[in-house]
């Protein structure tokens, strides 16, 4: 029998933060939820949260082994990993290489235009306020972080990009965007935490341009299609079946 989990320190729309006998340490456990708009669409998509899981853990293994700090520290089956307990700061953080969703529609610039170099936009996470847009100036006056740690996020930022964006190339695919979030370590360090995976980037395939991540759902795609597009990724980046049920994997 194994170990019953720790207690729900807190829980989001698509995963829920357990504590563990160290209060460093936190589980990040996946759900199957899957949801646009601020949570006004939502659905449960059966597979997901094992998939998801997989890729961050996947994503965060790269980015730690090339020097980026990072909360990961091993992955828990089936859908889990173990992590620095982070105070998150409350922001989005997206960096963009091609001009895609929100860009294209509040901006006089067309989908698919190579953007060099890449744009950084910083969203704070408000739900009620629809995420309104922060620069430096709002960090400071909202008391969310100094200028130094704004720097140091921005240039995490990048390197994140560069790393994700050769990671992905080399798996035929294009990392079109991507939306991190970070956090503080007890150290006091900015580190990335959350989750790095097909709800959080838009990746095109190279030469086709086919979509493999959320935006089969926000397009409004079949729960099939979708699923699909998250088991292509999946198969993409780990050259393997997802141990979901219902594939061959089972
Ligand atoms: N290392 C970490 N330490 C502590 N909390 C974390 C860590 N990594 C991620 N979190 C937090 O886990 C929470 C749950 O994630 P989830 O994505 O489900 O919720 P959400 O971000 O509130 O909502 P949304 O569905 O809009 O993303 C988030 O508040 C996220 O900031
Ligand atoms: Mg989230």
């Not at 972080?145 to 995490?156: M, Y």
Request: net charge neutral.
């Amino acid at each position: 029998m194994s170990k019953p989990l720790g207690k729900i320190l807190s829980e989001g729309k698509t995963k829920k933060v357990r504590e563990t006998e160290n209060s460093d340490v936190a589980l990040l456990e996946f759900k199957d939820s899957i949801t646009v708009l601020d949570g006004e669409k939502m659905d449960v998509l059966r597979g997901k949260a094992v998939i998801n899981a997989h890729i961050s853990a996947y994503f965060l293994e790269i980015l730690e082994k090339k020097g980026v700090p990072t909360h990961y520290i091993e992955f828990v089956e089936p859908n889990m990993m173990k992590v620095k307990n982070l105070e998150m700061l409350p922001v989005e953080i997206v960096c963009r290489n091609i001009a895609a969703g929100h860009l294209v529609k509040n901006y006089p610039i067309k989908e698919g235009t190579l953007l060099n170099p890449p744009v950084v936009e910083f969203y704070l996470k408000d739900d009620a306020r629809h995420d309104p847009m922060l620069n430096e100036d709002h960090f400071l006056i909202l008391g969310l972080a100094s200028r130094g740690e704004v720097k140091k996020i921005k240039e995490i930022t990048l390197k994140t990009n560069r790393i994700l964006s050769d990671a992905l190339k080399a798996k035929g695919l294009t990392l079109v965007d991507f939306k991190i979030e970070v956090g503080r370590g007890t150290d006091g360090k900015i580190y990335v935490g959350d989750e790095i995976n097909g709800d959080s980037m838009r990746i095109w395939e190279v030469g086709t341009d086919k979509i493999l991540d959320k935006d089969v759902y926000r397009k409004g795609g079949t729960m099939e299609q979708v699923l699909n597009t998250y088991i292509q990724l999946y198969q993409k980046l780990l050259g393997k079946m997802p141990p979901i049920r219902g594939t061959k994997n089972e």
